[in-house]
């Protein structure tokens, strides 16, 4: 029977994808390995494979198709001696029945059912189901009449066969019985506040000039894990002003050194250094939140935040502790080219322990990240500024501050850990040569 080629999870985390682009069309022949269509994921565009030889009987989903779930059908692979005839299969009927028509299926009386289900289908009625569907109930021996279709329009999917089990009917939905009235109430009940949905902030700036930007998958994910974030990580903040002068000087003798090489680090390329050097020397804080345990990294993997159109990634430098600061310059912006670009694969963006946001480079002074789950803890980072500063002979002179604050997650790091932690990152910065040794 034809095979069903289906939306695939092309992250750990992917829940749907939009269907960017077809690279096949129907009655190719394919073999396995040959690349059939780019698939969207919420942070990338990546390419998938097909894992059978076949020809292309069907396309089910259209390009450019958001929000297809996964494991949704999206074509249809016929195998050899099979041709476009045999997606069009009946189901099983019970002999004594006839067909009816497709109206009478959708005009059919809705009362009795409950509000969101789909009533299984009457004797008589054509059933719709997918040709995987078919087939597993024919191997099963489940007369398919007897299922309620979860699909679109009622129609049986694979997942609906397989809850199933030979000769077992799904029940009829019982009747709700009507509630008893409430006596009347002596005084009047307070009519509640309305809640604030989407509908309910639409109309209230209907009268005024807008334009709505739908939300496409990053946005969604986005959403999702900062608001998770904020609701269920408790945050606490420690926050450090660092003298820059040192590096500032350092990092112009090297850069000039390292100019025949093509090679220009940024203040940014230290701040990495300096936050992997921290966790190797301050270990038990470099960690992650498992819900019911802490695991404790030996690697130091340090995430940076890249603003890209429309959201933000954060591609993950692994083993940044072990890597020259060249390397790591170079590291960084292959990683940040290809996230503009939206080409990372799913295991560069994903993982790390600790992150860095930098807001210096426009001209923000300070602010609070919020902490990517799993994460730890994610250090905010500040403009360099000149300012006035009393140094050690209590003479005032004037100085470059970057300030920062650490955001952590208190469940893993308490309030004297995440302070030598972020006395390491300061020392580091304050004596950038002995990040080299």
Known sequence: MPTEI?????????????????????????????ILAEIETDKATMEFE????????????????????????????LSEGESAADLATPAPQVPSAPQASVAAVEMAPTGGVETGAVPK?????????????????????????????????????????????????????QPVAAPTPAAPSSAPAAAPAPSMDANTITALYADRAHTEVPLDGMRKTIAARLTEAKQTIPHFYLRRDIRLDALLS?????????????????????????????LQAVPAANAVWAGDRILQMTPSDVAVAVAIEGGLFTPVLRDADQKSLSTLSGEMKDLASRARDRKL???????????????GMMGIENFDAVINPPHGAILAVGAGVKKPVVNDAGEVEVATVM????????????????????????????NPLAMLA
């Open 6 to 34: 289906l939306m695939p999870a092309l992250s750990p985390t992917m829940e749907e994808g939009t269907l960017a682009k077809w690279l096949v069309k129907e009655g190719d022949n394919v073999e396995s390995g040959d």
């Open 50 to 77: 097909a894992v059978d030889d076949g020809t292309i009987g069907a396309l089910l989903v259209a390009a450019g198709t958001a929000e297809v779930k996964v494991n949704t059908p999206i074509a249809v692979l």
């Open 121 to 173: 289908a009457a004797p008589g009625t054509r059933l719709f189901a997918t040709p995987l569907a078919r087939r597993i109930a024919a191997e099963k021996g489940i007369d398919l009449s007897t299922i309620t279709g979860s699909g679109p329009r009622g129609r049986i999917i694979r997942a609906d066969v397989e809850s199933a089990q030979p000769g077992q009917a799904t029940p009829a939905p």
């Open 250 to 278: 350092f990092r112009s003798q090297i850069n000039a050194q390292l100019s025949a090489r093509g090679v220009k680090l940024s203040v940014n390329d230290f701040i990495i250094k300096a936050c992997a050097n921290a």
């Open 345 to 359: 694969a799913p295991q560069e963006y994903q993982g790390g322990s600790f992150a860095i946001s930098n807001l």
């Open 403 to 430: 300030s920062v604050t650490l955001s952590v997650d208190h469940r893993v790091i308490d309030g004297a850990l995440g302070a030598e932690l972020l006395a390491a990152i300061v020392d580091n910065l304050e």
